[in-house]
Structure formats: structure tokens, C-alpha cells
């Protein structure tokens, strides 16, 4: 039976979200309350808000389109992985993958939601899209779930994306209909990238009716 690492017992209060993608039942282990983990202290330095610690629509939409491609012997890499959803999908998959957050808790939740699924092929990064690393590398797929939050991010999104996706390589973002998402596809022609919407899914949260949306983001003939 599967038990959560001490050192998130010991400073969390815990729970679950059970849910299938696809054909797989998944039980991942979360934070307890969102509320609990906002640091006023945090928010002042760079408005930075737990996010990362539920599992949102997006992701959730974003994980069963994941499980529809071919994972063995392709590499992925995941922008703002929260608690693991997209990434443990993707390596239940067959996927490599890489799951890169703002947040160290985050990557703490993801890797033990890993280790419940045995899934040796799930690495995490510490990864700040402001600052990314010169030695991250590129990747066959790049995913992110509801990145685009606030105005900024959809540039510091694509940019991530135009040093991440591999030639031949795609990228995946999802979003639940965030006005802040709409600059999104100039963003990636900026970055000599093409943009295009593939799936709209109708969806609910909490009782509130949205539609996620999936983007497909390939670099442009010029920059294969």
C-alpha cells in the first residue's frame, strides 16, 4: 500500500483526486487547501500564488489527449507540472519525461505521485521560465496546462516553447478561456512558431460551465 513520504506528511495536510484518463485510474496526492499555502510573504516578492497545488480542468483535458500519442522512445517535457497529472499520464504512456515547475513542492507532490505508479521514467527540474536554463535541451513534445493566467505569461510561455521543442517536435498548451491567453498565438510568431487550436472541450469545475482549449504549437517550415 502506498504511503506519502514522510516529509510531505509532516508539513502538509493531505488528500486525493481520483480520476481516469482513459482507460487508467489515477489516485493523486495533493494539499489538502489551497488557502493554507498562500504566503502573503511570497505574494509581495513576485505575486506568486499556489496554483500548482490542485488539479485543474485543463490538466485534466490536456492528460487525455497525452494518453492518445505514441510515449515509447519520445521525449517530453512538461512547463508547470502542480501535482503530476499531465507527467504521470505521460509516463504511464511510455513517455521520457521531464516535469519542470516554479514551485519545489510541486515537484515534490509529482515525484511522489510517480513513485505511487512505479514510474521510473519521470524526472523533475526546478525551473523558472524567466530565467531558463541553457542546458534544459529540447524535447519530441512540450505540454503545459492553464499557463496562461496573467498577461505576461503567454510570451514567457512561448518563449519557452521556442527553445524547448525539438525540429519535427510539437507543443501542447491548454486553457479553460482565460481572456490573458488571447495574445497567446502572436506570442509564438514572434518566436518563429506556428499556433493553431486543435480540440475545444465543453467541461465543468465546481458546477461552472468553460471549454478548454487545446493549442498546437510547431516550429515554422523556415526553422525546420
Not at 519520445?74 to 499531465?86: D, F, K
Request: glycine share 8%; with cysteine.
Amino acid at each position: 500500500m502506498f504511503q506519502a513520504p514522510q516529509s510531505l506528511r509532516r508539513r502538509f495536510e493531505l488528500a486525493h483526486t481520483e480520476l481516469y484518463v482513459g482507460h487508467r485510474r489515477f489516485d493523486l496526492l495533493r494539499p489538502r487547501s489551497i488557502d493554507e499555502l498562500i504566503s502573503e510573504e511570497d505574494f509581495e516578492i513576485d505575486e506568486r500564488l499556489p496554483y500548482w497545488a490542485d488539479c485543474w480542468p485543463s490538466s485534466r483535458v490536456l492528460a487525455e489527449h497525452i494518453a492518445t500519442l505514441p510515449g515509447p522512445g519520445r521525449h517530453l517535457l512538461e512547463l508547470g507540472c502542480g501535482i503530476g497529472l499531465v507527467s504521470v499520464a505521460a509516463a504511464a504512456g511510455g513517455f521520457n519525461v521531464l516535469a519542470t515547475d516554479y514551485h519545489a513542492e510541486a515537484l515534490e507532490f509529482t515525484a511522489a505521485n510517480a513513485a505511487r505508479y512505479a514510474l521510473a521514467n519521470v524526472d523533475t527540474r526546478l525551473v523558472d521560465w524567466r530565467k531558463l536554463p541553457d542546458d534544459l535541451g529540447t524535447f519530441d513534445v512540450v505540454v503545459a496546462s492553464d499557463v496562461l493566467y496573467e498577461r505576461p505569461q503567454a510570451a514567457l510561455v512561448a518563449s519557452a516553447l521556442g527553445r524547448t521543442i525539438a525540429a519535427g517536435g510539437v507543443g501542447l498548451v491548454s486553457d479553460p478561456g482565460r481572456r490573458t491567453a488571447e495574445g497567446f498565438h502572436e506570442e509564438c510568431a514572434k518566436q518563429r512558431l506556428s499556433a493553431r487550436c486543435i480540440l475545444r472541450l465543453p467541461t465543468t469545475d465546481a458546477g461552472t460551465q468553460l471549454t478548454v482549449s487545446i493549442h498546437e504549437i510547431r516550429r515554422t517550415p523556415l526553422d525546420s
